[in-house]
């Protein structure tokens, strides 16, 4: 492992002498290469299915496990797009002269090497390779052992391309040991790794948080929430409603409890009940929802869990107020909505909530790189420091002062 780090360290200087426009063409070519690659991959890819049908993975985890031509062409879009974006790294962010006639200019910089450890979605591994190479970092990849040969395909294509481009295959790299035991070395090896970004189950996180050396930007779960305020246009809130949690469950982004305003919860809760019946989602609620529709009792553990499936927790709440407080004791960080025709009442939830993403009148499911116009994302930060949210190619770089003197003394 120390070697394999030393390596992939080593690689990473490489970067100081490949211009913005070389590593544009690079990617451009990785793009291509994921396309002629196509049936490779979704051979590879059929291999990691027929395991999770066989280990019973979740309909979930094997939806955001599965390639097919149109996912792969996605992916190679998403490359392009990433390739089109402004060069994140050079770019003088501030700059000032002081009394003493030091000119300081602030900088943007690569963060140097990045460890990731991710689940299940082969994607995942060419998106951040190519933010990562876009923005001058080394990466080193850990991805789920059920798309395992999902993943070693896709960085194959990719080493490809940076071998035929004669740069060391290192800056694009899948951990060699991604046992337990590997993990546990990878995240304490502060020397040659720069940052670890974890993206996964809550027990993936606590562990790396607990036990990590190395700077973490952690990727938590995603307890989203919908709040449908008194002065709603109802139309729109259960359309909203619908698309934050049944478009595609088994995202972090996914809505996992909707939160109605007491004031019009009887008129409001039956019209929900039929559009959430009608897409098949298990409907659970509080005492107070159990009053006026027939769902199963939603716990405190309930409200508490992210299903990353079609379920749905009801909760009706007194206001802005309540959803408030609803949301600060079970939220964490990542996304939040209110859909409301009242600007005082969307005001009132946008400050008083702390999460990574607040929403008036959208569904939740935006908290997304791609759609936040990043081209991808390494995943979704519900860190405060350094990153918060989408994390593109800007949260992959950190910066350093350059000061020009002129036989200044002090």
């Known amino acids: 492992m120390e070697k394999f780090l030393a390596e992939a360290k080593a690689a990473s200087r490489v970067f100081?002498?490949?211009?913005?426009k070389e590593k544009n063409r690079i990617l451009a070519e990785m793009a291509e290469a994921l396309r002629a690659n196509t049936m490779n991959l979704i051979e590879a890819n059929a291999l990691d299915m027929a395991a999770g049908e066989k280990s019973n993975l979740s309909s979930a985890l094997m939806d955001r496990l599965f390639l097919d031509e149109a996912r792969i062409e996605s992916m190679a879009k998403a490359v392009e797009e990433i390739a089109a974006l402004k060069d994140p790294v050079g770019r003088v962010l501030d700059g000032w002269v002081t009394e003493d006639g030091?000119?300081?200019e602030k900088v943007s910089i690569p963060i140097g090497v990045i460890g990731i450890i991710y689940e299940s979605r082969p994607n995942v591994t060419s998106d951040t390779a190519a933010l990562c190479f876009k923005s001058s970092n080394v990466c080193i990849l850990k991805g789920g052992k059920e798309a395992e040969n999902s993943n070693k395909a896709i960085a194959s294509v990719l080493q490809a391309v940076l071998e035929k481009n004669n740069l060391p295959r290192e800056l694009v790299s899948l951990i060699p040991d991604s046992s337990r035991e590997g993990v546990a070395k990878l995240i304490k090896m502060d020397k040659y790794v720069d940052l670890i970004i974890?993206?996964?189950g809550e027990g993936l996180i606590r562990y790396v948080s607990q036990n990590a050396t190395v700077s973490v930007?952690?990727?938590d779960k995603g307890q989203c929430h919908t709040y449908i305020d008194k002065d709603a246009d109802m139309d729109k809130a259960i359309k909203i409603a619908i698309n934050a949690k049944v478009q595609r469950p088994g995202v972090c982004n996914a809505m996992e409890t909707l939160l109605v305003d007491k004031a019009v919860a009887k008129e409001t809760?039956?019209?929900l009940k039929e559009a959430f019946d009608a897409a098949g989602t298990e409907l659970k609620g509080c005492s107070a929802t159990q009053e006026i529709i027939t769902v199963a009792n939603a716990s405190d553990e309930d409200f508490d869990t992210e299903?990353?499936?079609n379920i749905l927790n009801i909760k009706v709440v007194d206001g802005v107020a309540?959803?408030?407080?609803?949301?600060?004791?079970f939220g964490s960080g990542h996304s939040e909505a209110i859909i409301t025709e009242n600007i005082t009442s969307a005001e009132k939830f946008l400050n008083g909530i702390d999460a990574a993403a607040l929403y008036v009148n959208a569904s939740t499911r935006f908290t997304d790189g791609g759609a936040f116009g990043f081209g991808a994302e390494v995943g979704i930060s519900t860190n405060?420091?350094?990153?918060?949210?989408?994390?593109?190619i800007e949260g992959l770089t950190t910066y350093k002062y350059k000061i020009y003197g002129n036989g200044q003394i002090r």
Request: no cysteine; charged share 25%; proline share 8%.
């Open 102 to 104: 030091l000119k300081i």
């Open 384 to 392: 405060k420091l350094h990153a918060r949210g989408p994390m593109g």
């Open 217 to 219: 930007v952690k990727h």
């Open 198 to 200: 974890p993206r996964g």
């Open 269 to 271: 809760l039956p019209k």
């Open 16 to 20: 100081n002498e490949l211009s913005g």
């Open 322 to 329: 309540g959803a408030v407080e609803h949301i600060t004791r």
């Open 307 to 309: 299903y990353l499936a």
